[in-house]
């Protein structure tokens, strides 16, 4: 879409007007699409010529402003397996690892002492009479935050999610851990809880040595990456800018600060943040 609704004034934005206006924050997280009032997202000018233009996951399936009848998204079916299901509906979080390949679970755990395997054989015997224990299985962040994306049942479930806390880790419902950022309210601040926050990322930039994603709607969360983390980020992405980011979906396990009437959550530790690119998932179901 080479224009959209501009939420400030009501008026139509084209995207060459947009990428040149001095309060682009602004109108970033207010930007609607021209037929169906989607959320609309901006997407710079690329490297290659590639004109500026705005995109959106329309509200509509035959949405005058969707390319090609699918939605203006660049989604595609990707052929990705359903989440594990955890034995016992329990499931224990594994942070990002960005630039390296994530662990797999679930895992056995053997006994030590145990004699090692026969020749031509995998894996190892546990010692006679003792059964080998099956340890919880993990999820990556991002694996989570595709089942919050797609299924809404799963993020009023009860199914547990083990993360970490001060001294030890902790067993939490994923209808109380996992918090999207349209649903936040004060109750979220105090007491200061650790949560998993999720949402859509409407805005994103630089400011203060720190980099700074708006998420969904202005009165909602803000998500502050210092500039390392933002570095390993981009690379294990292959993103060449931070407005790349616009319209990924991000989440992210931290404290939820208040400062002037704005809700923030500062990355204080990288591995604990990760994201899903727009070409991903479909609209949040």
């Avoid at 402003?65 to 979080?93: C, F, H, I, M």
């Avoid at 299985?137 to 993360?163: F, H, M, N």
Wanted: glycine share 8%; aromatic share 8%; proline share 7%.
């Amino acid at each position: 879409m080479f224009e959209a609704r501009n939420g400030i004034t009501g008026d139509t934005i084209t995207a060459e007007e947009f990428e040149h206006a001095a309060d682009r924050q602004s109108i970033a997280l207010r930007l609607t699409c021209l037929g169906c009032s989607a959320d609309a997202m901006f997407r710079r000018q690329s490297i290659d010529g590639r004109k500026a233009t705005f995109w959106a996951r329309h509200a509509v399936p035959d949405c005058r402003y969707a390319s090609g009848g699918t939605g203006d998204t660049e989604y595609r079916a990707l052929q990705e397996t359903d989440p594990r299901t955890p034995a016992e509906n329990v499931v224990k979080v594994r942070p990002a690892q960005h630039g390296g390949a994530a662990a797999m679970g679930p895992r056995l755990e053997h006994d030590p002492d145990a004699p090692p395997a026969e020749p031509g054989r995998r894996g190892r015997h546990t010692v006679p009479g003792e059964a080998a224990r099956e340890s919880v299985p993990t999820q990556g962040l991002r694996a989570i935050l595709r089942s919050l994306i797609r299924d809404s049942e799963y993020r009023t479930s009860s199914k547990q999610l083990v993360l970490p806390g001060r001294d030890k880790d902790y067993t939490h419902p994923v209808r109380r851990v996992c918090v999207r950022t349209l649903d936040i309210t004060t109750e979220h601040v105090e007491p200061p809880r650790r949560r998993l926050y999720w949402g859509e990322i409407r805005w994103a930039a630089a400011s203060g040595g720190s980099y700074w994603l708006n998420t969904e709607r202005w009165e909602t969360l803000t998500v502050r990456v210092p500039p390392d983390a933002m570095a390993d980020l981009l690379t294990t992405y292959r993103l060449d800018d931070v407005e790349d980011l616009i319209g990924a979906r991000f989440i992210v396990y931290g404290w939820l600060n208040a400062k002037d009437d704005r809700l923030f959550v500062h990355v204080k530790e990288p591995e604990w943040f990760d994201i899903r690119l727009p070409a991903e998932d479909p609209a949040i179901a």
